[in-house]
């Protein structure tokens, strides 16, 4: 029996690099969110194509004007992204999300490469995500005390 792949997860990694400002960090996360959902919702590979095509279709959109310090910090987040992307290729790790191991392995379970913390994760999903529709449609605060904003995550 073969040892998985080891792991990697961006947002960890992006909370735990100590070469940003915790205002920088959660620049980063914003947009790094942002582009996530958009590689995820079109299903591109990570990558500088899935980079681009973002840039291109959501950041210099004609219907809005971007700030210079906008730019300059969504720019240096997908290349942070990117360095991270290669990072992981050269370690050989894994760096897909849950949502497309599911879909790699299209519902095989552990059969597909889904180990049990995997399956954990899953049974939990729907519990997690209907606390958050519940907070959101109250109103109320976030573990920050933020209100719970109406974006999708992983």
């Given at each position: 029996m073969s040892a998985s792949k080891t792991r990697w997860c961006w947002r960890k990694d992006l909370a735990e690099f100590r070469g940003l400002s915790e205002r920088e960090?959660?620049?980063?996360?914003l947009v790094l969110e942002w582009f996530e959902?958009?590689?995820?919702?079109?299903?591109?590979?990570?990558?500088r194509d899935a980079a681009k095509a973002f840039w291109r279709a959501e950041v210099q959109r004609d219907d809005r004007k971007?700030?210079?310090w906008q730019l300059d910090q969504w720019s240096d987040a997908i290349q942070w992204?990117?360095?991270?992307?290669?990072?992981?290729a050269e370690a050989g790790a894994d760096h897909?999300?849950?949502?497309?191991r599911l879909r790699a392995g299209?519902?095989?379970?552990?059969?597909?490469g889904l180990g049990a913390?995997?399956?954990?994760?899953?049974?939990?999903?729907?519990r997690a995500v209907c606390r958050?529709?519940?907070?959101?449609?109250?109103?109320?605060?976030?573990?920050?005390?933020?209100?719970v904003p109406g974006v999708g995550g992983e």
């Open positions: 960090r959660t620049g980063f996360l959902n958009f590689r995820l919702r079109h299903e591109m590979e990570a990558g971007r700030e210079s992204y990117l360095a991270w992307l290669k990072a992981c897909r999300s849950l949502a497309e299209a519902f095989g379970g552990v059969a597909a913390a995997d399956e954990a994760v899953l049974r939990g999903l729907g958050v529709r519940r907070r959101r449609a109250r109103g109320d605060a976030g573990r920050n005390g933020v209100a």
